[in-house]
């Protein structure tokens, strides 16, 4: 089904590179959210997005990037400072109004090389 | 600060038994609480939410403001209950943070034949 379409499902990466996470929503939502998901931790918000071209940073939003230049695009850039980046990434769109529930993407699955 | 804790890493039942996941959650003000549901292979997805009071797929969940609890429960498990589960909390009022949910750490809910 479509909704939240999140590519590639798997991504490579060498040390020292920067990498982005696509996320397209067909939803006409306002609101978008990246998570970080590791085994034992649940989601962790990294960064999110109520409209566009505004952006805020999540709870662990260090070593990552994001934009908002259209209403159906929110990417996310892993860059060389992220530590720890091997982990799933879900995107999430909501309407983002209170009450309103996330939809979530199938995920991208990252590794370090 | 807003915090979810879901004390059991792991839970497990035998088919037709009850089972509760438990959800605790920290919140200075008027809460939202959902409940997200990750079958194996697929996306995550809404469960349910204390707002609408209903039962899905024969799960309730009730808030109990005094004990800061939204247990998700279920009178007699199935095997296609088996599931990743998330508690996940939200503002019940306007701001700049409204959309935004805090998920707990996750149960992983196994029902045996």
């Known amino acids: 089904d479509g909704g939240i379409t999140q590519s590639p499902k798997y991504l490579f990466r060498k040390e020292g590179q920067n990498v982005t996470l696509s996320c397209e929503q067909n939803?006409?939502?306002?609101?978008m959210y990246w998570y970080r998901q590791d085994p034992g931790q649940g989601l962790r918000l990294i960064y999110y997005?109520?409209?566009?071209?505004?952006?805020q940073k999540g709870d662990i939003a260090e070593g990552y990037s994001v934009s908002r230049e259209k209403k159906e695009s929110f990417p996310l850039t892993v860059t060389s400072a992220q530590k720890n980046p091997t982990a799933f990434y879900l995107c999430a769109s909501s309407p983002g109004r209170i009450n309103q529930p996330q939809h979530f993407g199938d995920g991208t699955r990252l590794s370090i090389l | 600060a807003q915090r979810v804790t879901q004390p059991e890493k792991l839970l497990s039942v035998f088919k037709g038994a009850p089972v509760e996941l438990k959800c605790n959650y920290s919140?200075?003000?008027?809460?939202?609480l959902f409940w997200y549901v990750q079958y194996s292979r697929q996306r995550l997805q809404l469960l349910l939410r204390h707002i609408s009071r209903e039962s899905i797929k024969g799960f309730t969940a009730d808030l109990n403001k005094g004990e800061t609890s939204f247990h998700l429960k279920k009178p007699f498990a199935q095997e296609e209950d088996s599931a990743m589960y998330y508690c996940a909390l939200g503002p019940n009022a306007g701001g700049t943070s409204y959309g935004k949910l805090t998920f707990g750490q996750g149960t992983i809910l196994t029902v045996h034949p």
């Open positions: 919140y200075s003000g008027s809460p939202e």
């Open positions: 939803l006409n939502h306002d609101a």
């Open positions: 997005s109520q409209i566009v071209n505004d952006f």
